[in-house]
């Protein structure tokens, strides 16, 4: 009798707890459509806040002076006036600042390009001892703050009497900084070592896998390297204001803080020479935007993470 009772209740229907795949896809649309609306709403509400002063910028540099102060705030001003920026050239002569900030930007630019993709060469290629612990130190020393060095930097040049002049500007960077080093060394390992074990069965030696091989594949590294470099010398403040003391050889933040001096009441004045001085960072950027992105996905996930056990290519 008790075998029969076990027998009908397992025999009982069970209710079925689980949901159908069907009527769940909607579910799992819904909710991934929703945090993509999310997620972009956070994004368009974040560049709206970062916009709002360039937008300020522009609408004043491009208002009349009547209307600078006006209550509410005149956000379309028409018809547009470019007579702020005439106004303002006609007070001080930027030419010479533009002129010593793309001389020293320039050479900067080579000197990072250069040395960083030297450096990286042969730490990513050339067999040695000790280099992973060298290269272990050399990034530790983006960890030291850049004030520490300023005033070490300043005794060092006035004792090579630089001071006053753009070596200072410009020599460091001829120096290999550990960021360039670590980007290139990144993007040389990404490259296949057949290539250059290849060119070196050939009888290629390092300088020539170097300048024939790796250089010319680093295109979306060099662009990188040479973008991030121009941002950082077009925008260098605190380095002209130590070593630069001639008016003559002023760069553009170094004229545009004796024009706000000067003028720093009269907005009307200030903002055209700030957009100014803004375009050619903007106009480098928007230009090499695509190669920024490439060149900092220097390599990919499994060659990364492989990156400390594989061993270099013979190169002799």
């Given at each position: ?215 010319p594949l680093a295109r979306p590294a060099i662009i ?93």
């Amino acid at each position: 009798m008790s075998d029969k009772r076990r027998t009908n209740r397992l025999a009982l229907p069970q209710r079925v707890t689980t949901r159908s795949p069907v009527a769940a896809a909607p579910l799992r649309r819904f909710a991934r459509l929703l945090t993509t609306a999310l997620l972009y709403s956070a994004l368009g509400v974040a560049a709206v806040l970062f916009l709002l002063p360039l937008l300020w910028m522009v609408i004043t540099a491009f208002k009349e002076a009547r209307l600078l102060y006006a209550n509410p705030p005149v956000w379309a001003p028409w018809p547009p006036t470019l007579q702020n920026f005439r106004a303002a050239l006609s007070l001080v002569d930027f030419a010479p600042f533009f002129r010593n900030s793309i001389f020293v930007a320039a050479l900067s630019v080579t000197g990072v390009i250069f040395s960083g993709s030297l450096a990286g060469f042969a730490f990513a290629l050339l067999p040695a001892r000790g280099r992973n612990v060298l290269f272990a130190l050399l990034l530790a020393t983006l960890a030291v703050p850049a004030t520490i060095t300023i005033i070490p930097s300043f005794l060092l040049f006035s004792l090579l009497g630089w001071v006053g002049g753009y070596l200072p500007l410009i020599v460091p960077r001829w120096f290999a900084e550990a960021f360039y080093v670590f980007l290139f060394r990144q993007f040389f390992r990404s490259i296949p070592h057949e290539l250059f074990d290849s060119a070196a069965l050939d009888g290629c030696s390092p300088w020539g896998l170097y300048w024939r091989i790796a250089l010319p594949l680093a295109r979306p590294a060099i662009i990188t390297a040479a973008v991030f470099s121009f941002l950082t010398s077009w925008n260098d403040y605190l380095g002209p204001l130590l070593y630069l003391n001639s008016p003559a050889l002023y760069t553009v933040p170094l004229g545009l803080a004796f024009f706000q001096n000067r003028y720093y009441t009269q907005l009307q004045y200030l903002m055209p020479i700030a957009l100014i001085a803004l375009l050619p960072v903007l106009l480098v950027f928007l230009v090499a935007q695509h190669f920024i992105v490439e060149g900092i996905k220097t390599a990919p996930a499994d060659r990364l993470q492989t990156d400390a056990t594989t061993p270099p290519p013979r190169l002799g």
